[in-house]
C-alpha cells in the first residue's frame, strides 16, 4: 500500500506543477520526498554513512625475526611435527588440534572443512567423520588429501600431503567410547552433508535417539561412522620471517627414507 502511494503522489505532484502555490498549510509528510527503499530514519535527520570496509590488501603483520633453519629439524617429520604441536599447546592456541582437510571428487573437483585431529604417530594423522559425508565419498573416489594447521599466533603453518585409508573398527569404537554423551547422539542423529528440512527436524531425531540412549547407556559407533588415517608423503613447514622472507622447509617420503628441501616463500 505504501508504495502504491507514494507512486500516487509522485504522479499528482508532476500533474500539478504548474498550479499557483497557495499559503495552504502542508499537512505534516505531505510533499515529503519518499525515503529509499529499506532506509530507517528519522525525520530530517540523514542516514548514517556506512562503516568503511576494511582493505585486505592494506592488513599486514609483521613477523618475528627467529626462523627454521635445516639444522633445527627433527630427524624425521612426525617427530618435528610432535615438536610444533606442543609449542602450540604450550602457547595456548585455541584448539591446535583443528586442521582443514582438503579433498577432491574423482573430476578434481575440491573441497574443504575443518575437523580435528584425533591422533598421530609414525603411521599418519587420524580424524573421524561420517562416511556418507562428502569429505567421505570424495576420500573414496580419491583418496588423496591435504592437510594444514594454520597456527597464525606463532606465525607457523604444518600442511601434509598424502593417501588416506580407514582405521579398524576396533579403533573407531575405542575411540567413540571416549567421546560426550550428546556427541555419540549426534553422530546417529546427523545424515551429514544431507540436506535437512529444517533445524526443528534435526532436534527431533536428537530427542528420539536420548530417549533411545539415556545418559550413561552405552551408544554403538554408528557403521557408516569411524576414523580416517593420512599416512604422509610430503610435510612442509612454515615460519613466518621479515619481509616475507619466510622459511618454507618440506619433507619429502622417497624409497630411501625422508629428505628436506627447502622451498622459495
Sequence with gaps: MSVRCCKIWAVSHAENSDRPRTSRRTRPGRGARPAAPGALTEVGRPPA??????DPAEMRVRYREAGLGEADLAEGPLD???RWFDDAVAGG????????VATADATGAPSQRTVLLKGFDERGFVFFSNYASRKGREIEANPRVSLLFPWHPLARQVIVTGSVTRTGRDETAAYFRTRPHGSQLGAWA????????????????????????PEGEDVPAPPN????????????FWQGRANRLHDRLRYVLAETGWSVERLCP
Design 49 to 54: 554513512a556506512p562503516e568503511p570496509v576494511p
Design 190 to 213: 546427523s545424515e551429514q552433508s544431507a540436506p535437512v528440512a529444517s533445524r526443528e527436524v534435526l532436534d527431533g531425531m536428537y530427542a528420539e535417539l536420548a530417549a533411545r540412549y
Design 93 to 100: 592456541l585455541e584448539e591446535p588440534n583443528a586442521m582443514v
Design 80 to 82: 618435528q611435527f610432535r
Design 225 to 236: 561412522w569411524g576414523g580416517y588415517r593420512v599416512a604422509p608423503e610430503t610435510v612442509e
